[in-house]
């Protein structure tokens, strides 16, 4: 089992930028991919983005193509997003995942552990 903790949630007005970050502990890390879903009031937790387990595969989803970046440090057990341009329909809570596999991938059923979710808001 692996233990996930996001932090860097914020409210921000939109056109800033925000990083979330997610420390790991437990499993070792570097063993499976990761992801970030997000999920807004009255809405389905939905795909962001995900990284597989070396940082060498990358895809995010189309409604924050461009503007988000996920990235993920190994050595330090922690993975990134980097928000860019940042849009209210932006605003949701953010969780971050660790998968079952080591390719990346979006659905919600492979992924086996979860963080608490961290609070982004954009205000327009």
């Known amino acids: 089992q692996v233990q996930l903790v996001e932090s860097g949630g914020q409210l921000v007005q939109a056109g800033g930028s925000l990083r979330l970050s997610c420390v790991a502990s437990g499993r070792t890390f570097s063993n499976y991919a990761m992801g970030w879903f997000r999920q807004a009031p009255g809405k389905e937790r939905e795909f962001v983005a995900t990284?597989?387990?070396?940082?060498?595969?990358?895809y995010c989803a189309d409604s924050v193509k461009g503007r988000f970046t996920i990235s993920r440090d190994n050595a330090k057990n922690t993975m990134y997003l980097q928000m860019n341009n940042l849009k209210p329909d932006d605003t949701a809570v953010y969780y971050c995942?660790?998968?079952?596999?080591?390719?990346?991938?979006?659905?919600?059923?492979?992924?086996?552990?979860w963080g608490q979710g961290i609070q982004v808001t954009v205000s327009s």
């Open positions: 995942a660790a998968s079952r596999l080591r390719v990346i991938v979006t659905t919600i059923t492979s992924y086996r552990d």
């Open positions: 990284i597989s387990w070396n940082g060498y595969s990358t």
